[in-house]
């Protein structure tokens, strides 16, 4: 059973960094891609970065050269490294897993809320 724990959300001046952990129970990465998405409240989530099965990253315009993406396979944990926060970063942030094999499933966390503010 897949289950997504997300942590590491927070308050953050501009400028400042976080790390977001996303600990993945029952993902096995190499049929797995893991992203980050964000959301806003009535607003429709969006994509921030992902990291495919082979390795892969891809990032949003909004954050490419601030966020990094990885993961740990020995600690089954994808991380989102945010630098250079901007008070537009403010979202709730979600961990997803989709599988790249059938069947084709995706799970989501819970979510952690990050606040730029100063």
């Known amino acids: 059973q897949v289950q997504l724990v997300e942590s590491g959300g927070g308050l953050v001046q501009p400028g400042g960094s976080l790390r977001l952990s996303c600990s993945a129970s029952?993902?096995?990465?190499?049929?797995?891609?893991m992203g980050w998405y964000r959301q806003a409240p009535g607003k429709q989530r969006e994509m921030v970065a992902t990291?495919?099965?082979?390795?892969?990253?891809g990032y949003a315009d909004s954050v490419k050269d601030r966020f990094t993406i990885s993961r740990d396979t020995a600690k089954n944990t994808v991380y989102l490294q945010m630098n250079s926060l901007k008070p537009e970063d403010t979202f709730v942030y979600y961990c997803n897993a989709k599988r790249s094999t059938w069947p084709r499933v995706d799970y989501w966390g819970q979510g952690t809320q990050v606040t730029v503010s100063s």
């Open positions: 990291i495919t099965a082979g390795g892969t990253t």
């Open positions: 029952g993902v096995i990465f190499t049929i797995y891609t």
